[in-house]
């Protein structure tokens, strides 16, 4: 991120950002401290946000000790910021078939949990994982096992706390590529542990759902209630993409430049079968301000009513 300015560092904004009639938000830097992220979404104009709770590609969790736990509330109280999305680091693979590697990656997801709790997050999002060496099947099983190992003893549903299982690109041996595996590991997980979904738009795009066509979208829209349920996703992450439908291949784009386009973001922002989510941007920054730019742009898009 090289043309990373941080919004911290230049003048507050002299007016509150006008809100929307929907939870708009966007993944937010947590430099200098997590609590430092609940002022810099407000100042992007976010009244929801997603942040990681430890380095995205580093096992070592972040500091985090009470005080700036009870930062992070009182700026989410002072700037109506709800829900708060935490993204669990991305090296963790609770499908993974080595001993070794599965036990680092359940200690971790446990810590990614306690630290959710910490922070009084409403959503953790995992990816399903990655069943190399095994099968499809028992990915998912091991997968919905090492999560329910990973919160053995911790009342997630007494802090509020709701893993989400993202859907994902579906390339090679990852998992929860389509709707029904995503569904298949809360059903495993469903008396165990607060569970629901992640769905990302650039994911069921390059996966191969069609959601840019008005029927192909309304069509993905049912098989997703169908299977996972509308009212089973409280977040979704709006993301354009770089590459073409059922590529394939992860790679987010700003809000309405890349190959979903702005009329389908209209469309999800302005369903009423999915008011009740909220809406976060995990977009590009390649130029200063394009963070700030996209979550503009899905407030655009949300009528007025
Ligand atoms: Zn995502
Ligand atoms: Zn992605």
């Given at each position: 991120m090289a043309a990373e300015q941080d919004i911290l560092k230049m003048p507050a904004p002299r007016r509150p950002p006008k809100l929307t009639a929907r939870r708009i938000g966007i993944h937010t830097s947590s430099a200098?401290?997590?609590?430092?992220a609940a002022e810099r979404a407000y100042r992007l104009g976010c009244n929801t946000f997603q942040i990681f709770?430890?380095?995205?590609?580093?096992w070592k969790p972040y500091e985090l000790g009470r005080p700036q736990c009870e930062q992070m509330n009182r700026l989410r109280e002072k700037y109506d910021l709800k829900p708060l999305v935490i993204h669990t680091n991305y090296l963790i693979n609770l499908a993974g078939t080595t001993e070794v590697f599965l036990r680092k990656s359940i200690e971790a997801f446990r810590g990614e949990i306690e630290r959710a709790l910490a922070l009084c997050a409403e959503y953790l999002v995992l990816h399903p994982g990655s069943f190399r060496g095994a099968d499809r099947e028992k990915g998912l099983l091991q997968t919905a096992a090492a999560i329910a190992a990973a919160s053995r003893g911790l009342d997630l549903a007494k802090g509020g706390l709701t893993i989400l299982i993202e859907n994902t690109a579906g390339a090679e041996y990852s998992l929860g590529g389509s709707f029904e595996q995503v569904a298949e590991v809360i059903e495993h997980l469903r008396n165990h542990v607060p569970v629901a979904a992640c769905i990302d738009t650039c994911h069921v795009h390059v996966a191969?759902?069609?959601?840019?066509s008005e029927e192909g979208f309304q069509e993905t829209i049912r098989t997703l209630d169908s299977t996972i349920?509308?009212?089973?996703?409280?977040v979704w992450h709006c993301n354009d993409a770089k590459a073409a439908r059922g590529s394939k291949l992860d790679r987010h784009q700003h809000i309405g430049k890349g190959?979903?386009?702005?009329e389908v973001f209209r469309r999800v922002l302005n369903d009423p079968r999915l008011a009740h989510a909220a809406f976060i941007a995990e977009t590009p920054i390649d130029q200063p301000g394009d963070d700030r730019r996209n979550v503009a742009s899905l407030k655009k898009l949300v009528k007025l009513t």
């Open positions: 200098g401290g997590v609590e430092n709770s430890s380095s995205p590609r580093q191969g759902y069609d959601i840019v349920g509308l009212k089973k996703v409280p190959t979903i386009g702005l």
